[in-house]
Structure formats: C-alpha cells, structure tokens
C-alpha cells in the first residue's frame, strides 16, 4: 500500500515563498505520476502542478511561480511556491497514480493515493 504525507503549509505574506513536500512509501508501480491539487472551501479540486516520467506540466495559475523537484533518496517530492498570492490559499493535497497518460494529469479521479493534505494560507 503506498502512503503520501504532505508536510510543509502554513501561513505565509503574499510575495512570499514556502516549499511543500511529499514523502512517499511503498511502490505506485509502471510508470509513476505524481501531482499537487488544492481544494480551496466551497470549491473542487484543482490540478497545481504535476509529472509524468520526464515530463512537467503546470496549471496557467502556477506557471512561472510554481516549480516540481525530487529527492530520489528520501523518496520525496517537493513542490516550490513563489511569489504566494491570496488567491493560493487552500489545502494542498500529493496525489500519485500508475500508467496515467498526460492527458489525464489534471484529472483527480486518475489517481489512486492521496496524501492528507497541507493547509497553506496566504493573507496579509
């Protein structure tokens, strides 16, 4: 059974910065893909930023801001946040899944493992 913990929310200033990770166990399994959502209340869930093997995309809201890495020996994913605006605010969730193709990255109802989420609020 593979597990996701998010660490890494909190409050931040907008123009400010914060690094969320994703520590995962066990194996996902094929090709594996890994993505960010948000879920601000009283919306769905929003596809952030997210990867498929060699291949990175990004939401029109975090191009440019946003930026994926890993750390293969912590078995870790981060996603970098810059420039934070009032408009990011919202519980942030890892997500992973198997085989996916890229047209369906931004689907949520692709992945299989959710984390538990990290709240991230930016206000001044």
């Known amino acids: 059974q593979v597990q996701l913990v998010e660490s890494g929310g909190g409050l931040a200033h907008p123009g400010d910065s914060l690094r969320l990770s994703c520590a995962a166990s066990g194996r996902i399994g094929g090709t594996p893909a890994i993505a960010w959502f948000r879920q601000a209340p009283g919306k769905e869930r929003e596809f952030v930023a997210g990867?498929?093997?060699?291949?990175?995309i990004y939401s029109d809201s975090g191009k440019g801001r946003f930026g994926l890495s890993r750390d293969v020996g912590k078995n870790t994913v981060y996603l970098q946040m810059n420039s934070l605006k009032p408009d990011d605010t919202a519980n942030y969730y890892c997500a992973g899944g198997s085989n996916l193709r890229q047209p369906g990255l931004r689907d949520p109802g692709r992945y299989n493992y959710w984390g538990q989420g990290t709240q991230v609020t930016v206000s001044s």
């Open positions: 990867f498929r093997g060699a291949n990175t």
